[in-house]
């Protein structure tokens, strides 16, 4: 199986599903187009696990015709945003290889541009959106509620599959500290990831504020430096703030605290949070972990099903609610399905999906 992946900036689901199909599907072999850096220069990993990077440096079109014909994929595997490039995929191709559109984030539910890495270059981003969705063979989404939106607006591929933000396996650590520690104290809470000033969904002060009214402890791991959070650290004690750190240290100090904070600002962007399963709630639960959230549609949903954490009306609600959770048997819950929450103990669906489209696509 070939498959090539399309992508304008190379991001961690990438990496994620790289590891994940070696790991399942070993006779795999993987090549990247984009725009953009490689995994490596994000990630200090990942481009070894492609026998083939095709840059797309000059006029697109020319570069993907090259790259195909160059690699010769049985599927064109396209990661959004933006969504041009799964149209421009379909239209080279030509039916050569089928093309599956993965929506990482549906830019119609967004009232703010995408944060990380480069903006969307599509001024029409809803005919775009439309286009590449209804163009694709297939349709990988995020979350069942992300499916949802995308099956109420557009007509949707008959192959699809949801594949969560899950962690690596391979990078939680092996052993969690013991369910029944601590001293009693306040509660340690931690956040980890992007964070932003600018009214969005990481402009988390606020909240972090309700948190810390409630007593509790909070540590912030961001991932890029922001200055304002240092500062709001410095205003309340109970908050430390911290530099990045490498991803591995990072997983390794996550056990040690309580609960892991998944409560994003609703305030511009509450359709698009109701759609998300993000990266941080997984890595939080592979490190033994219960998740607090803010009624985010998709991750209250699976927090339930799951057993592995709660959400709150509000951050004020915080110490009323933990007094009522049976603490050490959710911690307990979390290190049981701790390790079926991986990519690779469900990488399974996306290699089928791969296999009914080359061989739709071979009968043909």
């Known amino acids: 199986m070939r498959v090539l992946f399309l992508q304008r900036q190379p991001c961690i689901r990438a990496l994620k599903y790289a590891v994940g199909l070696h790991s399942a599907a070993p006779g795999v072999r993987l090549a990247f187009a984009c725009e953009g850096e490689t995994l490596s220069q994000f990630y200090g ?23 195909i014909e160059r690699f010769r ?78 099956e109420a607006r557009h007509r949707v591929p008959a192959m699809r599959a949801v594949f969560p933000n899950l962690a690596l396996r391979r990078d939680l650590p092996e052993e969690l500290p013991p369910v029944g520690r601590g001293n009693g104290g306040p509660p340690h809470l931690v956040y980890q990831g992007s964070l932003s000033v600018n ?75 109701d759609t998300v399963l993000p990266n941080k709630a997984y890595e939080y639960i592979g490190c033994g972990l219960p998740v607090l959230t803010l009624g985010h549609l998709a991750l209250s949903r699976m927090l339930e099903r799951e057993g592995v954490g709660i959400s709150l009306g509000r951050p004020e609600e915080l110490a009323e609610r933990l007094a009522e959770v049976d603490y050490a048997r959710l911690r307990r819950r979390v290190a049981e399905v701790r390790w079926d929450m991986t990519v690779e103990g469900a990488i399974g669906p996306v290699i089928a999906l791969y296999e009914d489209l080359v061989g739709a696509r071979s009968a043909v």
Request: aromatic content about 8%; hydrophobic content about 40%.
């Open 45 to 67: 990993e990942g481009d070894e696990l492609f026998e083939g990077w095709f840059h797309l440096d000059g006029d697109l079109r020319t570069d993907l015709r090259r790259a």
């Open 73 to 150: 994929p049985d599927v064109i595997h396209s990661h959004n945003l933006p969504d041009h490039l799964t149209v421009l995929a379909t239209e080279v191709a030509d039916g050569r290889a089928p093309v599956i559109h993965d929506v990482h984030d549906m830019r119609s539910l967004r009232a703010t541009p995408y944060e990380d890495g480069f903006p969307e270059a599509d001024d029409d981003h809803l005919g775009m959106e439309r286009r590449a969705i209804e163009g694709a063979d297939a349709l990988i989404t995020v979350s069942d509620e992300l499916l949802a939106e995308i």
């Open 199 to 273: 009214g969005g969904h990481y402009d988390l002060r606020d909240l972090f504020t309700g948190v810390l009214g409630t007593g509790a402890l909070l540590d912030v791991y961001a991932a890029r430096d922001v200055g304002d959070y240092a500062e709001l650290a410095e205003q309340h004690p109970r908050m430390r703030y911290q530099s990045p750190l490498p991803r591995a240290s990072l997983l390794a100090r996550l056990p040690d605290y309580d609960w892991g904070w998944a409560g994003f600002n609703s305030t511009l962007n509450n359709a698009h949070l």
